[in-house]
């Protein structure tokens, strides 16, 4: 039975700070384990036991996944918390080698981890093929350009690429961004992930649950609105949710689902309104799916997202989106053919066209595309895809290495040996630096998380933004201004 090792500093349960890609990387091992009969180590610092995921708790049982603990980094400011693997602990150094030489593993999924050059050209050195996703774009962030950390790690990153025997991404559309940008290939793409099978059900399955949700809503806002609009995810700053509370017309209401530990989820829970009703909790798939069926339109201002899981989720709930015209977004949305496009830089152009949306008629005005795109997602066969796509093209490398011969294997003895030399330097060189700026950095402030015990932070317990103590000068002055806002609460863990 073949075996993949797959490196992932995200999975449920942590959803408030990661939640699509911890769904991300559910949805793969569901495809691998239950859809190609594969074998899964998780070599993750996230507490899996926790995950509220009843196919987790199987896999455990019946040894399908075995998890391997391993220690991370919490970064914190006022604003936020980010966890990310610490790939250069002697812990995590040593149960990674431990893996690969003695794992049995035919090949390795890491995902977007920071500082993953060194484990890339280890496990090239070992022959093991590797798939390494990125699935962030850090410098689209507002603080890209403040400070020389995320520079560092985001070139470093983008090296890391280029040892990989597979890089992949999660969208042509970024794809296409990292060639024309950085000129960094990308040999695969990902399928698009629905993370549970409540999305690939029928509609009609909703139907009720979704008539009595909108009932409630509906009561909740004490007036019927002509349309009614939901945001679905983290409440961070990237996201901005604002904008979108912006451009509401008084005729239409507005949702907003979701959670995060940054002072601006608190902004947004303070930002009820007449038509306005922020719903603060993370949903179970069921619970969201519901919410997609409920609602007329889909909304999201965000310009960070590499493809944005909510889309195909919305999509497969039958229900149209209207987004920012901007990266990941372009993948499969077509302006009033399947969907919107919106600038919500502009909150009196956007309200304008919002409603004139809504005076269209939101479906009627992109039938049968909507449908037709819905139907797609919902019947796709999510693991096939994976074995295509994402598998295949790695098996394949490694199938030609056992091939190789003659000179072109005492070449391929060498770059492995080289490559092992080059890992013996990079990793304790790179340990020491970065064990010192834990330690020194104040904004924002390292702790280092037992292995395998990574969870959510207790809302009660996240920093306070007007009283907390800091040994920097720098502050966040202005809840609005994203300019003045760190980086830590985005899923890309670049801090």
């Known amino acids: 039975m073949p075996r993949a090792l797959v490196c992932a500093q995200a999975f449920p349960p942590l959803l408030k700070q990661a939640g ?31 995950s509220g995921e009843e196919d987790v708790t199987r896999w455990l049982l019946t ?41 049995g593993h035919d090949l390795c999924l890491i995902d977007d981890s920071c500082l993953r050059l060194a484990p890339l050209m280890l496990l090239r050195s070992f022959g093991i093929p590797s798939i390494a996703t990125t699935h962030s774009d850090v410098p689209s962030h507002p603080l890209y350009g403040q400070s020389i950390m995320p520079k560092i790690m985001w070139w470093l990153h983008l090296a890391s690429a280029f040892f990989a025997t597979s890089h992949a991404t999660v969208a042509n559309a970024y794809a296409k961004s ?34 009595d949700r909108r009932a409630k809503w509906v009561q909740r806002f ?17 996201k901005r949710i604002h904008l979108l509370i912006d451009a509401m017309p008084q005729d239409c209401g507005l949702i907003i689902v979701g959670d995060s530990d940054a002072d601006y989820a608190d902004e947004i829970e303070a930002s ?98 909507l449908s037709e795109m819905g139907e797609h997602f919902r019947h796709l066969n999510f693991p096939a895809e994976i074995q295509r796509l994402l598998l295949d093209p790695a098996l394949s490398a490694k199938s030609k290495w056992r091939a190789m011969k003659g000179w072109r294997w005492m070449l391929e003895i060498l770059v492995r040996v080289i490559l092992l030399l080059a890992c013996g330097l990079i990793w304790p060189f790179t340990s020491v630096w970065s064990r010192a700026y ?58």
């Open 272 to 369: 009820a309104q007449r038509n306005v009703l922020p719903e603060r909790g993370m949903l179970g798939a069921e619970e969201l799916r519901v919410a997609y069926a409920a609602s007329d339109l889909f909304v999201s201002a965000s310009t960070c997202e590499t493809l944005g899981n909510t889309v195909v989720e919305a999509w497969s709930s039958g229900t149209p989106v209207a987004i920012q015209p901007v990266g990941g977004h372009l993948e499969f949305v077509k302006d009033e053919e399947n969907s919107y496009f919106v600038d919500f830089d502009d909150s009196g152009v956007a309200r304008k066209r919002l409603s004139s949306i809504v005076a269209a008629g939101v479906k009627a005005a992109v039938e049968p595309a």
């Open 20 to 50: 699509g890609v911890a769904k991300d990387y559910l949805a793969l091992c569901r495809a691998l384990i239950d859809g190609l009969g594969w074998e899964v180590t998780l070599f993750s610092p996230v507490n899996i036991r926790e």
């Open 438 to 495: 834990f330690a020194v950095s104040c904004d924002p402030k390292y702790r280092h998380v037992p292995a395998g015990s990574a969870n959510e932070p207790d809302f009660e317990s996240k920093p306070s933004g007007s009283n907390s103590e800091s040994c920097c000068s720098t502050s966040v002055s202005d809840s609005h201004n994203e300019s003045a806002r760190p980086l830590v609460h985005s899923e890309s863990s670049f801090v």
């Open 178 to 211: 990292l060639w024309d940008r950085y000129k960094v290939p990308v040999h695969s793409v990902w399928p698009p992930v629905l993370w549970s099978e409540a999305f690939r059900r029928p509609l009609r399955d909703f139907a009720a649950a979704a008539a």
């Open 63 to 103: 040894g399908q996944l075995v998890h391997a603990p391993a220690t991370a980094v919490e970064a914190s400011t006022t604003v936020g918390v980010a966890l990310f693997m610490d790939f250069f602990s002697v812990t995590n150094a040593l149960v990674f080698l431990r893996l690969l030489m003695f794992g």
């Open 222 to 238: 004490g007036f019927s609105p002509r349309a009614i609009f939901l945001f679905a995810g983290r409440w961070s700053a990237e």
